[in-house]
């Protein structure tokens, strides 16, 4: 992994407040579909899913799809009770995981 | 959720660096170190293996003369052509040939292309201008014997369509007697909307080569090379140091008797103080170049022309930019020259004029996912003109370089740039 993922979430929120969450991974994205010079097809190697985990539980996922270009960008909202830490995860088709924190406290 | 990019937010950027004073040997106020020997970047220089490998070496570089010499009068036909205007709609539409006569031409739906350009005159009646088979035959083979400083590539001359080839593309001519159609306003060169970059380029979400910035220049600025010194070691404060630096650059430098600009100052000066070995156009040089100009942003460029050797600099950069390269044949200011090209269209590319071209270099290239140094554009504005591109140290480089900048001075740098 030679990028960490970007994420942009605020360090303080109020209770019951929605707040805007942005992730980007670099990630080449390869759809599986490209063929190299010598005319062979480039394997797929792509994340397949993303998940925001708070405190545990599932805030957000999505599945992602070979025709989702490089370098793949999430922007979602989250409604916020209580203080605690995101956990954000992609996973690669080779099985590899990507996990970051993120913790915000909410009053 | 959504994918597509949004109003975006001004990531102020933490910069790796204490708040102690600059180390000693940056403050001197000598000159700074720079290796002296050797080149800046690979010898011989090899294109990139992505890039067409077409060879050029017949024709000028901004380096060597070589191009075959204009004729001095049109070639006389020994009767009318039999051409056959189908094979020459399909010629004229032909992208391997340098683009196609519509890179240029509005010249109807020839070969079903859209999107002409518009660097040469509206051919679509040119069948009801009555000219000869002889004129309409020189003007493709080379029309420098009609008009000197034509834009036209020397089709004929420098070898990219053969006789029986332009007698197509002038049988095809002779049929175009009606306004072109155009499909939409994009169609049409003279209506299609110049474009506009409205994306936030300091947004680290928006633009990959921010991450040379947040990331990639602060670990290499305290990494320490082979000699056991990092650029920290000196360069404590950066941020604060560098506040207009690059915007200076290039400039001469009298050590090395060429105009030196940023990328090749940090390959110099780091092999003579850290020993990193950082040749110009590696990802890491780059990154600094990126970072440094970064660092400079909303400082007004400010090159100097104005001392003997960087005022006979700006002189060659110059001339350089009106120097006829590659099998093409064209000039920089061909392209991008007021009252030349700049503004016009080839094909679906809209020319850029030279001032503000530079102060947004380094800049991120979405359509190649990869950052581009200015010497690296340079040298796919040559290979794109069926030239051969120089070595990114190029001193030519370096008087364009210069040139280019100064057509800029007064402007704000603000880089990474992102562009298409």
Same mark, same amino acid.
């Not at chain 2, 020997?37 to 570089?61: L, V």
């Not at chain 2, 056959?84 to 070969?111: E, W, Y």
């Not at chain 2, 009646?125 to 000197?148: C, K, M, Q, W």
């Not at chain 2, 120089?390 to 001193?395: C, G, Q």
């Given at each position: 992994m030679a990028e960490k993922p970007r994420i942009k979430v605020p360090k303080e929120a109020k209770k019951g407040e929605v707040i805007e969450i942005k992730t980007l991974l670099a990630h080449p994205m390869e759809s599986g579909l490209r063929k190299d010079e010598a005319g062979a097809l480039v394997p797929r190697k792509i994340i397949n899913r993303f998940t925001c985990e708070f405190n545990g539980a599932l805030a957000f996922a999505c599945d992602l799809e070979p025709a989702i270009a490089a370098n793949p960008y999430f922007q979602f909202t989250v409604k916020l009770e209580q203080s605690g830490t995101f956990r954000f995860t992609w996973i690669d088709d080779d099985g590899s995981a990507i996990t970051a924190d993120e913790t915000i406290t909410v009053t | 959720m959504r994918f597509a990019s949004l109003a975006a937010i001004f990531a102020l950027v933490a910069l790796g660096a204490g708040a102690q004073a600059s180390g000693a040997a940056a403050q001197s106020g000598g000159a700074a170190p720079l290796a +002296? %020997?050797? %080149? $800046? *970047? $690979? @010898?011989p220089w090899r294109r990139?293996?992505?890039? /067409?490998? @077409? %060879? $050029?070496?017949k024709f000028n570089t901004l380096a060597t003369l070589a191009s075959p010499p204009a004729p001095t009068a049109p070639r006389k036909l020994a009767g009318p052509l039999a051409g056959d205007p189908a094979i020459g709609a399909k010629l004229a539409a032909d992208r391997t040939r340098g683009g196609s006569c519509l890179a240029c031409h509005v010249m109807g739906p020839a070969g079903g292309a &859209? +999107? /002409? !350009? =518009? +660097? !040469? /005159? &509206?051919? *679509?009646?040119? !069948? =009801? $201008? =009555?000219?000869s088979d002889e004129t309409l035959f020189n003007f493709i083979y080379d029309a420098r014997v009609y008009v000197p400083d034509t834009l036209m590539p020397p089709w004929g001359t420098h070898g990219i369509f053969n006789d029986e080839e332009i007698g197509h593309i002038v049988a095809f001519l002779k049929t175009l007697k009606a306004p072109a159609p155009f499909k939409s306003e994009l169609d049409d060169p003279s209506r299609r909307p110049p474009p506009v970059e409205k994306r936030d380029n300091l947004d680290s979400m928006l633009n990959p080569a921010m991450w040379a910035v947040e990331d990639k220049a602060p670990a290499l600025w305290t990494s320490p090379g082979p000699a056991g010194a990092a650029c920290a070691t000196c360069h404590r404060e950066p941020a604060q140091a560098f506040k207009t630096w690059a915007a200076t650059m290039p400039r001469w430098e009298p050590r090395l008797g060429k105009i030196l600009g940023v990328e090749e100052f940090v390959t110099r000066h780091a092999k003579a103080t850290t020993g990193h070995a950082w040749p110009m156009e590696s990802e890491a040089n780059t990154a600094l170049a990126v970072y440094l100009r970064f660092l400079a942003n909303r400082s007004a460029i400010n090159v100097d022309t104005e001392s003997a050797p960087a005022k006979a600099a700006y002189a060659r950069g110059e001339a350089l930019s009106r120097r006829k390269v590659g099998q093409l044949n064209f000039a920089c200011v061909d392209c991008h020259g007021a009252h030349r090209g700049a503004g016009k269209w080839i094909r679906g590319q809209w020319l850029a004029q030279m001032r503000g071209t530079l102060d947004h270099f380094p800049t991120w290239r979405t359509s190649l996912q990869a950052i581009w140094d200015v010497r690296k554009r340079f040298q796919w504005c040559q290979v794109a003109i069926w030239a051969n591109e120089l070595p990114p140290d190029a001193k030519e480089y370096g008087d364009l370089e210069l040139y280019l900048a100064a057509q800029s001075n007064g402007l704000k740098l603000n880089v990474p740039g992102i562009r298409h």
């Amino acid at each position: 992994m030679a990028e960490k993922p970007r994420i942009k979430v605020p360090k303080e929120a109020k209770k019951g407040e929605v707040i805007e969450i942005k992730t980007l991974l670099a990630h080449p994205m390869e759809s599986g579909l490209r063929k190299d010079e010598a005319g062979a097809l480039v394997p797929r190697k792509i994340i397949n899913r993303f998940t925001c985990e708070f405190n545990g539980a599932l805030a957000f996922a999505c599945d992602l799809e070979p025709a989702i270009a490089a370098n793949p960008y999430f922007q979602f909202t989250v409604k916020l009770e209580q203080s605690g830490t995101f956990r954000f995860t992609w996973i690669d088709d080779d099985g590899s995981a990507i996990t970051a924190d993120e913790t915000i406290t909410v009053t | 959720m959504r994918f597509a990019s949004l109003a975006a937010i001004f990531a102020l950027v933490a910069l790796g660096a204490g708040a102690q004073a600059s180390g000693a040997a940056a403050q001197s106020g000598g000159a700074a170190p720079l290796a +002296l %020997d050797g %080149d $800046a *970047s $690979a @010898r011989p220089w090899r294109r990139y293996h992505e890039w /067409p490998q @077409r %060879d $050029a070496t017949k024709f000028n570089t901004l380096a060597t003369l070589a191009s075959p010499p204009a004729p001095t009068a049109p070639r006389k036909l020994a009767g009318p052509l039999a051409g056959d205007p189908a094979i020459g709609a399909k010629l004229a539409a032909d992208r391997t040939r340098g683009g196609s006569c519509l890179a240029c031409h509005v010249m109807g739906p020839a070969g079903g292309a &859209d +999107l /002409p !350009g =518009n +660097l !040469g /005159p &509206d051919l *679509s009646e040119i !069948g =009801n $201008a =009555n000219l000869s088979d002889e004129t309409l035959f020189n003007f493709i083979y080379d029309a420098r014997v009609y008009v000197p400083d034509t834009l036209m590539p020397p089709w004929g001359t420098h070898g990219i369509f053969n006789d029986e080839e332009i007698g197509h593309i002038v049988a095809f001519l002779k049929t175009l007697k009606a306004p072109a159609p155009f499909k939409s306003e994009l169609d049409d060169p003279s209506r299609r909307p110049p474009p506009v970059e409205k994306r936030d380029n300091l947004d680290s979400m928006l633009n990959p080569a921010m991450w040379a910035v947040e990331d990639k220049a602060p670990a290499l600025w305290t990494s320490p090379g082979p000699a056991g010194a990092a650029c920290a070691t000196c360069h404590r404060e950066p941020a604060q140091a560098f506040k207009t630096w690059a915007a200076t650059m290039p400039r001469w430098e009298p050590r090395l008797g060429k105009i030196l600009g940023v990328e090749e100052f940090v390959t110099r000066h780091a092999k003579a103080t850290t020993g990193h070995a950082w040749p110009m156009e590696s990802e890491a040089n780059t990154a600094l170049a990126v970072y440094l100009r970064f660092l400079a942003n909303r400082s007004a460029i400010n090159v100097d022309t104005e001392s003997a050797p960087a005022k006979a600099a700006y002189a060659r950069g110059e001339a350089l930019s009106r120097r006829k390269v590659g099998q093409l044949n064209f000039a920089c200011v061909d392209c991008h020259g007021a009252h030349r090209g700049a503004g016009k269209w080839i094909r679906g590319q809209w020319l850029a004029q030279m001032r503000g071209t530079l102060d947004h270099f380094p800049t991120w290239r979405t359509s190649l996912q990869a950052i581009w140094d200015v010497r690296k554009r340079f040298q796919w504005c040559q290979v794109a003109i069926w030239a051969n591109e120089l070595p990114p140290d190029a001193k030519e480089y370096g008087d364009l370089e210069l040139y280019l900048a100064a057509q800029s001075n007064g402007l704000k740098l603000n880089v990474p740039g992102i562009r298409h």
